[in-house]
């Protein structure tokens, strides 16, 4: 009698244990959903005119996949942002970038135009996204609410990140140095005119759409030099504009150089070198100058080089 009580009590525990298990396994069928689903920073900042994927988003040991949606986004006093939401003429690529294309035809030919909110969600991981099509916004700071899925369950998150919209520089330059020294061919003839030159951007400026940047010079009675005097560039190797771009042509008033924007993400210097007949001084001399720059903005640059001769 002990045993066959034995036996049933066992085949009770049996059959607890493998509704219990059976249980289990359709929880972890089902997923688990986080409670503390949250953006590791509180606060992100975004600058207009580039293209910005950031913010971690914690999923507090949830499930994946995970999907994610922009409920709202409104100012910091309250009012909507029609101005986050608008939609732009967004690039993105049909093909991988390598760095080894040949012109700028090749390059656009790798890209293609949609329309697409000038800030979103990424879907997949909740990262926020801003474009650089963002040109002409103002500084403003914004709170967006988001949803968070998975197959276990959703919640929506309240002023889930508090979104700061700096304005970004279009473009950044140093006028580094300039100099008369002794041309190549007779260094040891000629005394070099250490500081007795200036040169400096006279402009800078954005004209039109397209990916170049025009260059122009002018001596020191404003008059444009003619760039087909103009060396090949630099005389130092790795200081030459024209090895940095796609192509580059020379017209009596100016250079043209057809390249991919941004320009010069890194704080890249590059020189120029002018004979001394364009300045007034004999071919014994050259004029040297420098220049640290950098353009986030894709279209048609014209810059203005002016030089100034120092000590007259």
């Known amino acids: 009698?002990?045993?066959?009580?034995?036996?049933?009590?066992?085949?009770?525990?049996?059959?607890?244990?493998?509704?219990?298990?059976?249980?289990r396994k359709v929880d972890l069928q089902d997923g688990y959903f986080g409670e503390n689903i949250r953006y590791k920073d509180k606060i992100i900042t975004l600058e207009t005119g580039r293209d910005v994927l950031k913010g971690d988003l914690i999923i507090d040991r949830s499930n994946t996949p995970i999907a994610v949606e922009l409920v709202d986004i409104r100012r910091w006093d309250g009012k909507p942002a029609p101005e986050m939401l608008k939609e732009v003429d967004a690039i993105e690529w049909k093909e991988e970038k390598t760095g080894q294309e040949k012109s700028i035809e090749e390059l656009l030919a790798k890209q293609h135009v949609v329309k697409r909110p000038v800030f979103e969600i990424n879907r997949a991981d909740g990262r926020l996204i801003f474009r650089k099509e963002s040109y002409g916004m103002d500084s403003a700071t914004y709170f967006i609410d988001v949803k968070v899925s998975n197959s276990a369950g959703s919640r929506i998150i309240k002023n889930a990140v508090e979104v700061k919209v700096a304005v970004g520089a279009e473009y950044e330059y140093e006028n580094d140095y300039a100099w008369i020294v002794c041309a190549d061919t007779d260094w040891d003839n000629c005394s070099p005119y250490f500081d007795s030159v200036n040169i400096r951007i006279e402009s800078f400026k954005y004209t039109a759409g397209g990916s170049k940047m025009v260059w122009r010079f002018k001596d020191q009675n404003g008059n444009v030099i003619n760039p087909k005097v103009f060396?090949?560039?630099?005389?130092?190797?790795?200081?030459?504009?024209?090895?940095?771009?796609?192509?580059?042509?020379?017209?009596?008033?100016?250079?043209?150089?057809?390249?991919?924007?941004?320009f010069n993400t890194a704080y890249r210097e590059y020189e120029w070198w002018v004979p001394g007949s364009t300045f007034g001084k004999n071919d014994r001399y050259d004029l040297f100058a420098a220049l640290k720059f950098r353009i986030f903005r894709q279209g048609t640059w014209d810059i203005t080089w002016k030089v100034e001769l120092l000590n007259q």
């Open 1 to 23: 009698m002990k045993i066959k009580n034995i036996a049933i009590a066992a085949l009770g525990a049996a059959l607890i244990g493998g509704t219990m298990y059976g249980c």
């Open 231 to 262: 060396p090949e560039g630099s005389k130092q190797k790795g200081k030459r504009l024209e090895d940095y771009v796609f192509a580059y042509r020379k017209y009596d008033d100016r250079l043209e150089y057809d390249c991919a924007y941004p």
